[in-house]
């Protein structure tokens, strides 16, 4: 299948690159600054999903993004997310694979909350979009 990782230069990001290409996948790795060391046959686009810039070039021909973006601000979340989806529903991209935090909706913490934004509007456009939930960075399970 047709990947692109956007924030394929981040913790997840570089982890779900990893297994993407060990299965076969054609992958492309995008982030603001490129990557250092992409694996072997991985196409680096640099996009910055907020601004926009680079963005509609970096997913033309894939047919699933993965959005792996995370922002320090909490309220760039979503937006950053609504970006992602703008630009795949116009290009007809078949799937989108979301990241969440297993809890977000049940923990009252700034961040927590922008992720519930953002859930919000990965099913609000029409998607049916696949959410992984990861445990919070330090939890005991994660
Ligand atoms: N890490 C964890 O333990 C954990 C646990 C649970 C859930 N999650 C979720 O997993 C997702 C990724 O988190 P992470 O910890 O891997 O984040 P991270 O290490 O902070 O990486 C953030 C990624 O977003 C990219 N990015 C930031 N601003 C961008 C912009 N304007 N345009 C394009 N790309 C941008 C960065 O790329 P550049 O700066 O190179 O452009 C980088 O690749 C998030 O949804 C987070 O909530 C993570």
Request: net charge positive; charged share 20%; aromatic share 4%.
């Amino acid at each position: 299948m047709r990947i692109a990782i956007v924030g394929a230069s981040g913790t997840l990001g570089r982890a779900v690159l990893r297994v993407a290409c060990a299965a076969g996948h054609q992958v492309t790795a995008i982030a603001r600054a490129g990557l250092a060391s992409p694996p072997p046959g991985v196409t680096v686009r640099h996009a910055d999903v907020l601004t926009g810039t680079g963005l509609r070039d970096a997913l033309v021909g894939a047919e699933t993004v993965i959005d792996a973006v995370n922002f320090k601000k909490p309220s760039l979340l979503a937006p950053g997310t609504r970006a992602i989806l703008d630009v795949a529903t116009d290009l007809g991209l078949r799937h989108y694979v979301g990241i969440s935090v297993v809890g977000c909706d049940r923990v009252p913490h700034a961040y927590y909350r922008g992720k519930v934004e953002q859930e919000a509007c990965r099913f609000a456009e029409g998607w049916d979009p696949a959410v992984a939930e990861a445990f919070p960075p330090g939890s005991a399970s994660a």
